[in-house]
């Protein structure tokens, strides 16, 4: 049987947030490819996370919230009788609940798990899936930044597939040369709703202004670290850790129409650039399928009409997140672990209103030179620690 007919077990974490609901969306479409057999999410979206356990049947259901079980199980029966089912329409899932229970789901037996998580809660999913010799399709950045050793040493040589949209054009763009013939790899940044202002102008951009990104739909912390640049820090550093290029051979284009999500440049000096409109669906269907592609995954270019697309560099003196990363990737050890919690901690305060936009990057910049970086090799523990120790220090420093 051809390995684009093959139907592929599936578990996704993170369901009911922006990456999980989209990741559905192409799983609905296309049932022939792909079965549902978990679905795992933090538990504020019960009634949401109950519906989709209707629609896709899975056989185990998982909140990291403890004391919502009863709830989704309660929520669960509710929207079966409101769609009319009789007990022997469908079937209850298992329902798992706690702390552990998201990590437990990923090492369940299936063929691909999409982590699509926001955050560094993610980092143990990771670990569980490619413990379980999983294909992991990943979403959640943050659990490679922040575990980056554990994650490399854990991960056989093509068991992780990247879903960021940018990492995925890069894997795409990696298909038309040898590793040993790439130069550089060429991230683009949309340059968020703040583009082309000054630091000084940036003193009193508001929460809303920050979460009226121009071009992607995303949840709340990833839009306000595209707009800081944080996000593009990160991905950085993760695509360091992906390809294995060195971050002197890393750059970033601002490019606002987002249309070329990243390029890489060979050492014959050709280009190589991924171009589709915005839509995460994309690179999400080709992470579930890779290396495969899923047909009508999403709308392609319309060729028919003009298209002008720009690209220039971008203003580290206004945006500095994407250089204080590169610093953090070279320090390496626990210290992308550092900018990643201190920044998490630093978007929840500007949402409050007890950080000033740019006084986000500040702070997890100092954060960051207060830290010492143990030497040694990293452990999962360590990790933790570094993270609680950045998320207070943070939190003192606002």
Not at 139 to 155: D, F, Q, T
Not at 336 to 364: Q, W
Request: aromatic fraction near 4%; charged fraction near 20%.
């Amino acid at each position: 049987m051809p390995a684009s007919t093959v139907t592929r077990d599936v578990v996704v974490l993170g369901s009911t947030g922006s990456i999980g609901t989209q990741a559905l969306d192409v799983i609905r479409r296309n049932p022939d490819r792909f079965r549902v057999v978990a679905l795992a999410a933090g538990g504020g979206r019960v009634e949401l996370l109950a519906r989709q356990a209707l629609d896709l049947c899975p056989e185990v259901v998982a909140v990291a919230k403890a004391s919502v079980a009863q709830d989704l199980q309660l929520v669960f029966y509710q929207e079966a009788q409101r769609r009319g089912y009789s007990s022997g329409d469908y079937r209850i899932p298992k329902i798992l609940a706690g702390p552990d229970a998201v990590a437990e789901v990923a090492g369940l037996p299936c063929d691909v798990v999409l982590n699509g998580i926001t955050g560094a809660l993610g980092l143990a999913s990771t670990l569980a899936a490619l413990d379980a010799g999983r294909t992991l399709a990943l979403a959640n950045k943050e659990s490679l930044i922040v575990g980056g050793p554990l994650v490399k040493e854990r991960a056989k040589p093509g068991q992780i597939v990247p879903v960021d949209s940018e990492h995925s054009a890069i894997a795409q763009c990696l298909r038309g040369g040898a590793a040993k013939e790439v130069r550089r790899l060429v991230l683009t940044a949309s340059g968020g709703p703040f583009r082309g202002r000054s630091r000084a102008e940036l003193a009193e951009v508001t929460p809303e202004q920050a979460m009226a990104h121009p071009t992607w739909d995303m949840g709340p912390v990833i839009t306000i670290n595209s707009a800081t640049l944080v996000n593009k820090g990160l991905e950085v550093i993760e695509a360091h850790l992906l390809f294995d290029i060195p971050f002197d051979r890393i750059a970033v284009m601002v490019h606002p129409q987002s249309m070329i999500h990243s390029m890489v440049e060979f050492v014959d000096g050709s280009t190589l650039a991924q171009a589709s409109p915005p839509d995460m669906r994309l690179p999400i269907a080709l992470g579930l399928a890779w290396p495969d592609r899923v047909e009508d995954a999403a709308p392609g270019l319309d060729w028919t009409r003009s298209h002008t697309w720009e690209f220039m560099p971008l203003d580290d003196e206004a945006f500095p997140a994407v250089a204080l990363a590169r610093h953090v990737g070279t320090l390496g050890g626990a210290a992308p672990a550092v900018y990643n919690a201190a920044n998490e901690e630093c978007v929840d305060a500007f949402r409050e209103g007890r950080l000033t936009f740019p006084g986000i990057v500040d702070t997890i910049a100092r954060v960051v030179n207060e830290h010492d970086p143990a030497t040694g090799d990293l452990t999962l523990e360590e990790v933790l620690a570094t993270d609680e120790w950045a998320r207070t220090r943070a939190r003192e420093l606002i």
